[in-house]
């Protein structure tokens, strides 16, 4: 279970990635040169909590774009926790899913 929540969370950070990536690129190309000299441009947006099903799991992120002066390139920082808020030991899930 916590490996397809994990599955889950890296999906919509990349989606998320991607989505504030893909603006930003299409207007870096269309810059004119005194746009390009205007100062770095950051965006930032957290996403979550996103709970699993019957709330055993919860997840929240940071997303973190970062581009250069000339947005020519950028960084992407991806943060995420997951929390296990099943309270249950092992033994006790293993005989709840059999």
Do not use: C
């Not at 950070?13 to 870096?28: M, R």
């Not at 019957?54 to 929390?83: C, M, P, T, Y």
């Amino acid at each position: 279970m916590i490996k397809q929540i994990a599955t889950g969370v890296l999906a919509a950070a990349a989606t998320t990635a991607l989505a504030l990536a893909l603006p930003t690129a299409a207007g870096a190309t269309t810059a004119t040169a005194s746009s390009a000299s205007s100062a770095a441009h950051y965006d930032s947006d957290s996403w979550g909590p996103v709970f699993s099903r019957q709330h055993l799991a919860k997840a929240d992120g940071r997303i973190s774009v970062d581009w250069d002066d000339e947005q020519e390139s950028n960084s992407v920082d991806v943060r995420g926790r997951l929390f296990d808020l099943d309270d249950r030991d092992y033994d006790e899930a293993a005989s709840a899913r059999t």
